[in-house]
């Protein structure tokens, strides 16, 4: 045995050093992160709460088990390293003891440990071989970016499972060895390490061999732990430590605060902030060491990239191949970082591998191969991979390892925002209109009661009606899209209506009212967001604002988590759970006969941010339980791995332009459910499904009585024992035709809100005239998107899918067309037509204010009754009918603001003997002309302005394009809405004279198409003020 210590010794000495000198290096690199004292100061703090969070994750391996089989071997796998540890100490002691007779306490003597020990390994062993099977039925080769280890590293994925093997029999014959010495002896587990004992009554007694089995089961645990801190199974050591800072009770719901150099940044600190201070991460120093650590931690597992609704829809973003990269751009930057300031340039000049990953931008063009580390240097990932995440907060919920991916991604997205102004065009928006008007629509915050018009019970208003919440229970935040999307509406005034019946005293802030900030901060425009939170904050404690409730997901998770960090601690509670709480009191009660008892199917759709963010899955279904006649069916993707419906992380402002719609693929399982109505609790999520809704429809894959609906609107009918749709399931065809008319409302239905002069219209149901957009941003245009790519080219396949910048949107000031959209001209008729007898395309946006309808679909003709002077007006080249306004000025506020407060300029007078169009349609949009740029809303000083384009050239094209428009081609005669269109409709004479020099202009450029292959034009020739609502062209 003196052999063996020697070899030994000598196989410690050498292993351990590079072990050793591994493991320093890690330690220094994720050291060297930004500070994060709230990560330790939250483990001091909460210890009880750390240990039971170690219990439960770590030993109880919780998460890893919502996977039932790979969870399970993973869990004899984990539990087999920690039991089998104590066969190491056996082996050690064997070692320097020269005695394979060794034993101490219940080292090789105790028969439950001997038991533990073989019967660990013999499941490790199976794990191992369900772990190999798993891996061979997902494959990448064959199932392309569909396999969850597409990107992983696979060759060291097998080697690890080669390593934990060879552990095992090594053991085992060591251990066998032991047992045919001591067979017959005092000594060892006899019989209770049964494997170990049935391998001793086979082998021979020989010393040699027990040595032989020592050193090997050494020598591979020694040479799988210098594998171990060189691979991706870092896990084995750091998995327990990210768990133990991670966030409590996970980095869901609040976004992590902006912190630089360990401090929160607020609005106030922004004039004593040093140059250097980091806002965001723009390269991989920026991240804090908790950033690092979870890069290091990383698994390579894929269970991320599997439930992503960006991966799921052909887009650019795996939250695993992120963290991949970014842990990958750490160690190849890793020299340059733990050097110091003076070896640094001397580093750079011997190495132009340094130099480069040096020199590598954390977020920029990735070029056409791949979006991630690619090696010409160019950028560590891609803006497509940074912008299409929509904070659903799926990667986070199945991290095994408790990564934060949503975080770093909000934190890359500040630094773009607010260190490089480099974010998607379409975000110039949405950021003018909260900055403005407190609203992502930049519409009027005199008009967020307009929703209560009609009703017929009081609505208490703070500071008008009453001076106080104290008078009242509840405050109901109405929100921006419940107040100003008109589908929203009916979701605000059902809950308003079902507070009312119950008895339950609330109120509102009307006007007082602003947006909670939730869009800006997803985003990356952290100090929009935190003004608006402040704004809130001080209204809040001006009107003692203590309970809450809130139709709006993303509202309830900013005001229930979020502003605790403005100092203020309020009771928030979503609709659902406060209307099921009334429905289990007794003070709503479902009618159990009449209409609202018909028998349908419902589905029910989980918003991210009540569900995965906030854990509330029970209320919204309790609900639709109890409603008469109603069987809830589930989609395959519920609870905490429901789908996104693609609205989150300001996606519902920005352009879809890459793969399948994130919307689509989500309604495409609901209604694969055979469901007659899908429920939700968001009203972007209702937006996002009704749009997906229609494009199902049109193409003929769903019933055309399917509707979306708010769980709040089916209880409310339920309640009232109406029907909560207007059509019975199975009452109208079996699928919706692929085109056809569409019918307008001459009045509206009892729940809509009928003032719409500030308000965002409801679209119409189905059909090519539909307003839907089936995309995940409110002003998307149509997108030919490939619902489907071919595995073996993903890379390929997305990157043609991607634009040359972040995204073209409907506001782009003209540019680059797309060829294929020049080729095809569209006839005069056939365009004049899209823009007034639809109400959008088939699958428009809800903004799309002009025919999205593609020219070659013959139905979109139908319409006929236009008048002179729209046709007039239009450019008779086709790319002038399809481009958007080139020359608005679209940096001087919002599309919504095109109107000056001047009443004389903006109704013709000769239009007004004509008061029988308004009930069947709403008028045309307003003349561009009116977009002057003295109307300057950018005077408010934004960040965001987009500057003006130049007067003259306007005038100069205007000129041009007004003497190319006299040719205009009549309109061709169609009879299939007349009650849309009126038939002639007398000349105006005052618009003619001026013409909109904006709308004129666009005549002599080349139309850029927002993102989905389709320009548009709004429509600029009538009264703003005497139309519905500025949406409804």
Known sequence: MTAVLILGLVINAIALPIAGKRALFLYRLISSGQPAPDRIAGVTRRIGAAAKRQVLEVFGQRKMLKWTVPGTAHFFVMWAFFILATVYLEAYAVLFARDSGWHWFVFNSWGVLGFLQDFIAVMCTLGIVVFWAIRLRNQPQQMGRKSRFFGSHLGPAYFTLFMIFNVIWTMFL?????????????????????????????????????????????????????????????????????????????????VKPLISAGKPVTLDD??????????????????????????????????????????????????????????????????????????????????????????????????DEWFYMPEDGSAVID??????????????????????????????????????????SELNQLFRGLENNGNPWNMSPNARLDWAKGLDFEVKVVGETIESLDEVDWLFWVGC????????????????????????????????????????????????FQGLAQQNVETFKETRVKKVVSTCAHCFNTLKNEYKEFGIELEVVHHTQLLNRLVREGKLTPIRDGAGAHKRKITYHDPCYIGRHNGVYAPPRELLQVLP???????????????????????????????????????????????????VGCPFCRVMLSDGLTA??????????????????????????????????????????????????????????????????????????????????????????????????????????????????????????????????????????????????????????????????????????????????????????????????????????????????????????????????????????????????????????????????????????????????????????????EPEVEEPEEPEAAAPAAEEQQSEEKPKPPAGGAAHQPKTDVDIHETGSLFDL
Not at 273 to 283: N, S
Not at 737 to 756: H, I, L, M, W
Not at 764 to 779: I, N, Q, R
């Open 174 to 254: 060591f251990r066998g060895a032991v047992e045919s010495r001591d067979m017959g002896t005092e000594h060892g587990y006899g019989k209770a390490a049964f494997v170990s004992y049935l391998l001793g009554k086979v082998l021979p007694d020989s010393t040699a061999l027990i040595g032989i089995g020592l050193l090997l089961h050494i020598g591979v645990m020694l040479a799988f732990l210098i594998f171990v801190l060189n691979s991706k199974h870092l896990h084995i050591f750091l998995a327990p430590l990210n768990v133990l800072f991670g966030r409590e009770p996970k980095a869901l719901g609040a």
């Open 383 to 424: 803006p497509d991979v940074l912008w299409s995440c929509v904070t659903c907060g799926a990667c986070v919920e199945q991290c095994p390892v408790d990564i934060e991916h949503v975080d770093h991604i909000v934190d890359m997205r500040r630094y773009q925002v607010l260190v490089e102004s480099n974010f998607p």
């Open 270 to 367: 922004i004039d004593d902030l040093d140059e250097d201070a980091k806002l965001g991460a723009g390269a991989i120093e920026d991240f804090t060491w908790k950033g690092l650590l979870d890069m290091a931690t990383c698994t390579e597992c894929g269970r991320c990239q599997s439930q992503c609704p960006a991966w799921n829809t052909e887009k650019p973003l795996s939250p695993k191949l992120m963290i991949m990269a970014l842990r990958d751009a750490s160690f190849a930057k890793a020299p340059y970082l733990l050097a110091d300031e003076g070896k640094r340039a001397g580093l750079l000049e011997g190495s132009d591998t340094l130099t480069k990953e040096v020199e590598r931008p954390l977020v920029g063009d990735t070029g």
């Open 629 to 679: 006649g109603a069987e809830v069916v589930e989609m395959e993707r519920n609870s905490e791995r429901s789908f996104c419906c693609g609205a989150g992380g300001a996606r519902m402002w920005m352009e879809e332009t890459i793969g399948e719609r994130i919307n689509e693929n989500r309604t495409a399982e609901a209604v694969g459910t055979g469901a007659d109505q899908i429920a």
């Open 696 to 981: 199902q429809q049109d193409k003929g894959a769903a019933r055309a009585e399917v509707e979306v609906l708010d769980v709040a609107q089916m209880l409310l009918a339920s309640v009232k024992g109406e029907m909560a749709t207007r059509h019975a399931p199975g009452s109208l065809a079996a699928a919706a035709p692929a085109a056809r008319s569409e019918e307008t409302k001459a009045e509206p239905e009892p729940g809509d809100a009928t003032q719409t002069a500030d308000t965002v219209t409801e679209t119409a149901d189905v059909g090519p005239a539909a307003k839907a957009s089936g995309g995940s941003s409110l002003f998307d245009t149509p997108a030919d998107s490939a619902t489907a790519t071919e595995d073996s080219s993903v890379a390929e396949e997305a990157r043609a899918a991607k634009p040359a910048s972040s995204g073209g949107s409907l506001f782009d000031l003209g540019g680059d067309t797309d060829s294929t959209v020049a080729a095809k001209p569209t006839p005069e008729a056939q365009t004049e037509v899209a823009n007034t007898g639809s109400d959008t395309a088939t699958t428009g946006s809800l903004f799309d204010l002009a025919g999205d309808q593609p020219a070659e679909q013959p139905k979109a003709a139908e319409p006929d009754a236009k008048p002179e002077t729209e046709s007039k007006e239009e450019a008779p080249e086709p790319p002038a009918a399809t481009t958007p306004a080139a020359g608005a000025d679209l940096g001087s506020g919002s599309l919504f603001d095109i109107v000056a407060d001047e009443p004389a300029a903006s109704a013709p007078k000769a239009a007004e003997p004509e008061p029988k169009a308004e009930p069947a349609r709403p008028e045309p949009a307003a003349p561009a002309a009116e977009a002057k740029p003295e109307l300057d809303l950018s005077s408010g000083g934004s960040l965001f302005d987009i500057a003006a384009p130049d007067p003259q050239e306007l005038s100069a094209s205007a000129t041009a394009a007004a003497n190319a428009a006299s040719g205009a081609t009549p309109e061709p005669e169609a009879a299939a809405e007349p009650e849309v269109e």
């Open 481 to 528: 899209a419940g107040a100003y999307e008109d589908r929203a509406k009916k979701t605000t005034r059902a809950v308003a209506e079902l507070l009312d019946i119950a008895g339950v005293s609330f109120g509102v802030l009307g006007n007082g009212e602003t947006c909670t900030g939730d869009p800006a901060r997803r985003a990356g425009n952290e100090f929009v």
